[in-house]
């Protein structure tokens, strides 16, 4: 129910023409972070990630995860913790260098061979590797493929325009077992202008639909005081699942059998 919040009475369709022209620059964001204006980030991570964790995963060990504009989340430190390789990527130095220090991990800064300016920036243990520049400056020949994909805080900052090129770098690096977590968030963008901007479950189907078997997982009211002085009435989380179409992990799967998937994760979930 695109614009809908479920869980707040508020019912209805949304416009996002609001939106459709906004751009945020990278300057704005490196702003961000110097001015400490960085309420997106969670310093106890994500509760989605830890609930749909064995989604992500699989029962699969020694993972290549993806985080999309990273920031400084913890979460990447948790899964590397876990025996997993982790990738991210953000513009901002600051909060790279922060998520190192912060974490006590020791690192090291490469650059980017044949992208002027990016560099990357390494634990030690090479565990984790963190690029420094524009997302749009990765492909699949610098940075490999993944086996599972967070994006929480990407998607809905990707100016407008930029979504379509978004979902398909992102696409093209998955592996084709590929697990790809992602959360959008819904409200009136008549109300607020964004960053984090609406992107409605049609315009996920729209993004991703044809390479991808998308399935939303929950809906979560997330609505916060915060929120309010936005000037909104509602703030929705929604989280989807995305597994590439062809030659998943799972085989071809038709949408049933894609809910049992689901299912049976949580079962195995609620054993252990």
Not at 49 to 73: S, V
Request: aromatic share 12%; with cysteine; proline share 4%.
């Amino acid at each position: 129910m695109d614009g809908a919040a479920d869980g707040a009475g508020v019912v209805g369709s949304v416009d996002a023409g609001a939106q459709k022209e906004r751009v945020v620059t990278e300057e704005e964001w490196l702003q961000k972070w110097e001015a400490g204006k960085t309420g997106f980030h969670k310093e106890q991570g994500h509760p989605l990630l830890q609930k749909y964790l064995d989604i992500l995963l699989n029962g699969r060990r020694g993972l290549r995860i993806f985080f999309p504009l990273c920031g400084k989340a913890v979460e990447m430190k948790w899964l590397a913790d876990m025996g997993h390789r982790v990738v991210g990527v953000e513009i901002s130095e600051k909060a790279l260098k922060e998520f190192f220090t912060q974490n006590g991990l020791p690192y090291r800064e490469e650059p980017v061979p044949g992208t002027v300016g990016a560099k990357v920036l390494q634990s030690v243990s090479g565990n984790i590797s963190l690029y420094c520049c524009s997302i749009y400056d990765l492909s699949s020949a610098i940075v490999g493929k993944f086996d599972g994909v967070w994006d929480r805080g990407a998607l809905v900052a990707v100016n407008p325009c930029d979504r379509q090129c978004y979902a398909s770098l992102m696409i093209s690096l998955m592996e084709k077992s590929s697990s790809y977590l992602l959360v959008t968030v819904l409200y009136d963008p008549n109300k607020h202008k964004g960053p984090p901007f609406y992107v409605p479950e049609s315009e996920v189907k729209s993004l991703f639909g044809n390479q991808c078997e998308i399935k939303c997982l929950q809906k979560a009211n997330e609505f916060t005081d915060a929120h309010r002085e936005w000037g909104l009435d509602y703030f929705l989380e929604t989280h989807f699942w995305a597994l590439l179409k062809q030659a998943s992990a799972y085989g071809k799967m038709s949408v049933e059998h894609f809910d049992l998937l689901v299912i049976f994760a949580f079962k195995v979930k609620s054993t252990t």
